[in-house]
């Protein structure tokens, strides 16, 4: 025996049972079928009798008062609103056996498939003067009569066997055997299981023919069993019967009746017939109404007849086993919403690559739903389960490398599974954002100008905003150093950045695309350029005084003008029409012990050529012993007091003992000694003085 609570497609179910009933489960089949059909065949009215047969999947069904609908085997009605029985719908097999003829057996009855018949056909009459045939000892046809008191006369025949039962296994196994998981579903699902299970209930046994008299004369024959009854599945959200609704099993019939003759020359009578099993019954709805009669009841036996005198009579048949009925209530299933609301929205574009599909899932009737994900092919790219209603489903692409492409259009859609029904939704599309492009690289040339910057034309098909890293491998072993970026916003531009280039050198060089926001990105490149031999402008100042700084240079003929831009980007200094050796004056005075870095711009025919330099201006502090009318004193210069001295500067004697030098020349970190020479008017010069070596080395303040 089942549980008292039953599956039915998913929906939990209740059982109600009368005579015989057993729980089952009937429906197993595809979790996605309809449980109450497509509604194909529409609104269909019996108004007169006739012949039901096969699947039928109405919208509505209706058998009306006073019409009889017959079904032979199996039938299954499925509406998808409402079925009614004003009528009668009926239902049996032909499997009842004959009766035997006069002194024959009787036949046994058909098998049914899930009803099981009644047990052995009566045995024969007796030849003495109570040769009355005897009933069958359940429910098999009864044996025909005997030949009454005188000797000579023939015995009548032996009653057939009642059916037995083929399956001995719960029908809804033997229905899930048939039908696979297409049982809810498809036609060619249903029309296998239409064929097999036609006999239902069994057949009663046919009674026995009569025996003969002594004298011969005639006996009578044997009544046919009656038919089992058949199966009828009524599926619908609504079913209603007033009328009838019957799978009986029909009454086996009554033996031919003996006739009377005198002394012994009596008749035997044809035993009766056994009756045929009931059939089974599935009423599958969640609201019932039963006004009417539903009816799987057994046949009753027929009667062995006489005339009674010397005749004798036959043996009644058996009744025949009492069918069932199955009362399901099948909870109403509403399908389940089409997933919604997808993400990435349909036609959206710039769509980051291996993006997340999300869709929300819903159920009218607040079930949890499997939402499976495709693609455009109509492959699954994965299921998640158990989505409550209302929240939302999600599926990873990278897995499937699903939208792994940039600047691809993708189509997908979901199916949303409630256990019983499902719902596809739309489909939909999104375009995974675009790489970024480059074009118009530059230098690509042989001798670029030392000042050369290098460009990169770039474009964003989605308009976005794009970060170019420069890379240089300078020393041509595949090592690659970022040396600038630039931001192109808008969606298109030039991207730049500064170089620092040395003479007579091979470059490669490549750039990087990044798109703002997302993980696409393009490489380009390497390409080659190399600089020229020499460079067309050299400083020749390291150090100057910082009151009225004077910078000096060598220039190649070919500079046309000779600019000097300090740290901050302002020029401090400009020469339209230099000549191959220039010093120029810088307006603004600076700090003294500085070292500054500053760049020279070289304009020349074919272009301008940038050199960064450094310079200082530091100042030694020399301490003298003033002589009378000498005009000026000479500064000698040596790095070791022993040393070599050479005239370094000249320095015009003031109110104060102390003397400068701020010569070029001058090196951080270096300790110099000093000799000082006295000149008069007419340029005598006196004798160096005694050496004397500064305390420290030199040291500047800072940039």
């Given at each position: 025996?089942?549980?008292?609570?039953?599956?039915?497609?998913?929906?939990?179910?209740?059982?109600?049972?009368?005579?015989?009933?057993?729980?089952?489960?009937?429906?197993?089949?595809?979790?996605?079928?309809?449980?109450?059909?497509?509604?194909?065949?529409?609104?269909?009215?019996?108004?007169?009798?006739?012949?039901?047969?096969?699947?039928?999947?109405?919208?509505?069904?209706?058998?009306?008062?006073?019409?009889?609908?017959?079904?032979?085997?199996?039938?299954?009605?499925?509406?998808?609103?409402?079925?009614?029985?004003?009528?009668?719908?009926?239902?049996?097999?032909?499997?009842?056996?004959?009766?035997?003829?006069?002194?024959?057996?009787?036949?046994?009855?058909?098998?049914?498939?899930?009803?099981?018949?009644?047990?052995?056909?009566?045995?024969?009459?007796?030849?003495?003067?109570?040769?009355?045939?005897?009933?069958?000892?359940?429910?098999?046809?009864?044996?025909?009569?005997?030949?009454?008191?005188?000797?000579?006369?023939?015995?009548?025949?032996?009653?057939?066997?009642?059916?037995?039962?083929?399956?001995?296994?719960?029908?809804?196994?033997?229905?899930?055997?048939?039908?696979?998981?297409?049982?809810?579903?498809?036609?060619?699902?249903?029309?296998?299981?239409?064929?097999?299970?036609?006999?239902?209930?069994?057949?009663?046994?046919?009674?026995?023919?009569?025996?003969?008299?002594?004298?011969?004369?005639?006996?009578?024959?044997?009544?046919?069993?009656?038919?089992?009854?058949?199966?009828?599945?009524l599926i619908a959200p609504e079913?209603?019967?007033?009328?009838?609704?019957?799978?009986?099993?029909?009454?086996?019939?009554?033996?031919?009746?003996?006739?009377?003759?005198?002394?012994?020359?009596?008749?035997?009578?044809?035993?009766?017939?056994?009756?045929?099993?009931?059939?089974?019954?599935?009423?599958?709805?969640?609201?019932?109404?039963?006004?009417?009669?539903?009816?799987?009841?057994?046949?009753?036996?027929?009667?062995?007849?006489?005339?009674?005198?010397?005749?004798?009579?036959?043996?009644?048949?058996?009744?025949?086993?009492?069918?069932?009925?199955?009362?399901?209530?099948?909870?109403?299933?509403?399908?389940?919403?089409?997933?919604?609301?997808?993400?990435?929205?349909?036609?959206?574009?710039?769509?980051?690559?291996?993006?997340?599909?999300?869709?929300?899932?819903?159920?009218?009737?607040?079930?949890?739903?499997?939402?499976?994900?495709?693609?455009?092919?109509?492959?699954?790219?994965?299921?998640?389960?158990?989505?409550?209603?209302?929240?939302?489903?999600s599926i990873s692409t990278s897995?499937?490398?699903?939208?792994?492409?940039?600047?691809?259009?993708?189509?997908?859609?979901?199916?949303?599974?409630?256990?019983?029904?499902?719902?596809?939704?739309?489909?939909?599309?999104?375009?995974?954002?675009?790489?970024?492009?480059?074009?118009?690289?530059?230098?690509?040339?042989?001798?670029?100008?030392?000042?050369?910057?290098?460009?990169?034309?770039?474009?964003?098909?989605?308009?976005?905003?794009?970060?170019?890293?420069?890379?240089?491998?300078?020393?041509?072993d595949g090592t690659y150093n970022?040396?600038?970026?630039?931001?192109?916003?808008?969606?298109?531009?030039?991207?730049?950045?500064?170089?620092?280039?040395?003479?007579?050198?091979?470059?490669?060089?490549?750039?990087?695309?990044?798109?703002?926001?997302?993980?696409?990105?393009?490489?380009?490149?390497?390409?080659?350029?190399?600089?020229?031999?020499?460079?067309?402008?050299?400083?020749?100042?390291?150090?100057?005084?910082?009151?009225?700084?004077?910078?000096?240079?060598?220039?190649?003929?070919?500079?046309?003008?000779?600019?000097?831009?300090?740290?901050?980007?302002?020029?401090?200094?400009?020469?339209?029409?230099?000549?191959?050796?220039?010093?120029?004056?810088?307006?603004?005075?600076?700090?003294?012990?500085?070292?500054?870095?500053?760049?020279?711009?070289?304009?020349?025919?074919?272009?301008?050529?940038?050199?960064?330099?450094?310079?200082?201006?530091?100042?030694?502090?020399?301490?003298?012993?003033?002589?009378?009318?000498?005009?000026?004193?000479?500064?000698?210069?040596?790095?070791?007091?022993?040393?070599?001295?050479?005239?370094?500067?000249?320095?015009?004697?003031?109110?104060?003992?102390?003397?400068?030098?701020?010569?070029?020349?001058?090196?951080?970190?270096?300790?110099?000694?000093?000799?000082?020479?006295?000149?008069?008017?007419?340029?005598?010069?006196?004798?160096?003085?005694?050496?004397?070596?500064?305390?420290?080395?030199?040291?500047?303040?800072?940039?």
């Amino acid at each position: 025996m089942h549980n008292n609570n039953m599956k039915i497609s998913g929906r939990l179910v209740r059982k109600k049972q009368i005579l015989f009933i057993i729980a089952i489960f009937l429906f197993i089949g595809n979790s996605s079928a309809q449980l109450y059909g497509d509604g194909s065949d529409g609104e269909i009215v019996r108004s007169s009798s006739g012949a039901e047969s096969g699947i039928i999947e109405a919208q509505t069904y209706k058998v009306q008062s006073g019409v009889t609908s017959s079904i032979d085997g199996t039938t299954v009605i499925h509406a998808t609103e409402k079925i009614t029985i004003d009528g009668t719908l009926e239902s049996t097999s032909n499997n009842g056996g004959s009766g035997g003829a006069p002194r024959n057996d009787g036949e046994n009855g058909g098998s049914g498939r899930y009803v099981r018949g009644g047990g052995v056909g009566g045995s024969t009459g007796s030849n003495s003067d109570s040769g009355d045939g005897q009933p069958g000892s359940s429910y098999g046809g009864a044996g025909g009569g005997g030949y009454g008191a005188c000797n000579g006369g023939e015995p009548g025949g032996t009653g057939g066997n009642a059916g037995g039962k083929t399956d001995n296994i719960p029908p809804e196994t033997q229905i899930n055997s048939i039908s696979g998981n297409t049982y809810l579903g498809d036609r060619s699902g249903w029309s296998e299981l239409y064929s097999l299970p036609s006999n239902i209930g069994a057949g009663g046994g046919g009674g026995g023919g009569g025996g003969e008299s002594e004298t011969g004369s005639a006996s009578r024959q044997g009544g046919k069993g009656g038919a089992g009854g058949g199966m009828i599945i009524l599926i619908a959200p609504e079913i209603e019967i007033t009328g009838k609704l019957y799978s009986k099993g029909e009454d086996g019939q009554n033996g031919e009746k003996a006739e009377d003759g005198s002394s012994c020359y009596g008749e035997g009578g044809g035993g009766g017939g056994g009756g045929g099993s009931g059939g089974l019954i599935y009423l599958v709805s969640d609201n019932l109404t039963e006004s009417g009669s539903v009816d799987v009841s057994g046949g009753k036996g027929g009667k062995g007849l006489t005339n009674d005198g010397w005749a004798h009579t036959g043996a009644d048949g058996a009744s025949g086993k009492n069918g069932e009925i199955y009362r399901i209530d099948a909870e109403s299933n509403t399908a389940p919403n089409p997933p919604s609301n997808p993400n990435p929205k349909n036609s959206e574009t710039k769509v980051e690559i291996n993006t997340d599909l999300e869709v929300d899932a819903s159920d009218p009737d607040g079930d949890e739903t499997n939402i499976t994900f495709y693609n455009e092919s109509g492959n699954s790219i994965g299921t998640e389960t158990r989505v409550c209603s209302g929240c939302t489903a999600s599926i990873s692409t990278s897995e499937k490398r699903i939208a792994s492409d940039a600047g691809e259009t993708y189509s997908w859609y979901a199916i949303a599974d409630d256990g019983s029904e499902t719902k596809k939704s739309n489909t939909w599309n999104f375009t995974t954002v675009h790489k970024p492009e480059a074009s118009n690289p530059a230098p690509l040339k042989e001798n670029v100008s030392l000042s050369s910057d290098l460009k990169l034309d770039v474009d964003h098909p989605d308009d976005l905003d794009m970060d170019v890293a420069f890379r240089i491998d300078k020393n041509q072993d595949g090592t690659y150093n970022t040396v600038g970026t630039d931001t192109v916003t808008g969606g298109s531009g030039t991207a730049t950045a500064e170089l620092g280039l040395e003479t007579n050198t091979s470059y490669r060089w490549k750039a990087e695309i990044y798109t703002q926001g997302y993980s696409t990105t393009r490489e380009v490149g390497p390409w080659k350029f190399n600089t020229s031999g020499t460079s067309i402008i050299e400083t020749e100042t390291n150090n100057t005084a910082a009151n009225n700084p004077e910078l000096s240079f060598s220039l190649k003929k070919s500079v046309e003008e000779l600019k000097i831009v300090d740290e901050s980007g302002e020029t401090v200094a400009i020469e339209n029409d230099p000549s191959n050796k220039i010093s120029l004056s810088i307006l603004s005075n600076l700090n003294p012990n500085t070292q500054y870095e500053w760049t020279t711009e070289a304009s020349t025919p074919s272009g301008t050529q940038m050199l960064d330099f450094y310079f200082t201006t530091m100042q030694s502090q020399l301490k003298i012993d003033r002589v009378e009318k000498a005009k000026s004193y000479n500064i000698y210069r040596s790095k070791q007091e022993n040393g070599e001295y050479s005239l370094v500067d000249s320095e015009k004697p003031n109110a104060s003992d102390i003397i400068l030098d701020k010569s070029n020349g001058l090196i951080e970190n270096e300790t110099y000694c000093y000799r000082i020479t006295a000149l008069t008017e007419d340029s005598i010069e006196s004798s160096k003085s005694q050496a004397k070596c500064l305390d420290q080395p030199l040291e500047v303040n800072g940039k």
